[in-house]
C-alpha cells in the first residue's frame, strides 16, 4: 500500500488525433476531452507507401504514444486518399509539436474561477456554551462580532469538566447489552457509569433520537 502511495500519480487528459491531406501536405489535429482543440497545416513532399497497411499501422502506433505529457492519446484516426510513408523521426516530432499547441491552447482559455468576500450580515442571539468550540480569540471574535454576548471557553480550554459532555455517539451499551427499550421489557438500574483511571462518567440515553451521551461527573 505504501508503494502505491508513493507512486508518481498524475491525471491523464483523454485526446484523440486526427490526420489528414491536403494539396501540399498533411492536416493534423488534436482534441481533448474538455472541447479543447488545435489543428496545424504542415507542408510536406507526400511519398506514397510501398506496404500501406504496415505505414498506417506506423502511423497510428506513433501518434498514439501521450509519453510525459498531460494527455491519454485514446483515438488516432488516419484519412488519406492513398497511404504515405512518412519516418518515424517526423511523425514523432508532428505528434510532439501537436500535443505542446495543445497543452498552451488549455492554457490560454482556462479562466480561473474568482471568488470575493461578503460581509456577514447573520446575527446569533443568546449564549454560546463550551460545544461551540471557541478555543481562540479570532473565532471569539468572529462570535462577538455576530452578536453573541457570552462565549464559553471550548472544550479544550476548560479546566473543570464537571458535568461536561465528553461524547455524543449512536453507539449504545444498553442496546449493547440487549436492554434497548424499543427491543426488550427488560430494564436496568440507572443511572449508569463508567470508570476509565480514576475518572467516572455518567451514560445519559437519549432514546428517542437513539444517542448516548458520555458526561464527566
Known amino acids: 500500500f505504501s508503494k502505491e502511495l508513493n507512486k508518481e500519480c498524475r491525471r491523464k487528459i483523454n485526446t484523440s488525433i486526427f490526420i489528414s491531406e491536403f494539396e501540399n501536405g498533411i492536416i493534423i489535429t488534436a482534441d481533448d476531452e474538455n472541447g479543447v482543440n488545435v489543428s496545424k497545416n504542415i507542408t ?30 485514446t483515438k488516432v484516426r488516419v484519412d488519406f486518399i492513398n497511404a504515405l510513408f512518412f519516418p518515424l523521426k517526423t511523425i514523432n516530432e508532428w505528434r510532439r509539436n501537436i500535443l505542446a499547441e495543445l497543452e498552451l491552447e488549455r492554457i490560454n482559455l482556462y479562466k480561473r ?40 471557553p471550548g472544550f479544550e480550554a476548560i479546566k473543570d469538566l464537571k458535568n461536561k459532555t465528553v461524547m455524543t455517539c449512536k453507539y449504545c451499551i444498553k442496546d449493547e447489552l440487549g436492554l434497548c427499550p424499543f427491543d426488550t421489557d427488560k430494564r436496568v438500574e440507572e443511572p449508569l457509569y463508567l470508570k476509565n483511571e480514576g475518572n467516572k462518567y455518567q451514560l445519559v440515553f437519549n432514546c428517542k433520537d437513539c444517542l448516548m451521551e458520555i458526561v464527566s461527573i
Open 113 to 152: 474561477e474568482t471568488f470575493s468576500l461578503r460581509p456577514v450580515s447573520s446575527k446569533i442571539t443568546g449564549d454560546l456554551d463550551y460545544k461551540t468550540n471557541v478555543v481562540n480569540k479570532l473565532s471569539e471574535s468572529f462570535y462577538k462580532k455576530l452578536g453573541v454576548e457570552n462565549i464559553e
Open 44 to 73: 510536406v513532399t507526400k511519398e506514397p507507401a510501398t506496404n500501406a497497411e504496415q505505414s498506417i499501422e506506423n502511423l497510428k502506433k506513433q501518434l498514439s504514444k501521450g509519453g510525459d505529457t498531460i494527455f491519454n492519446i
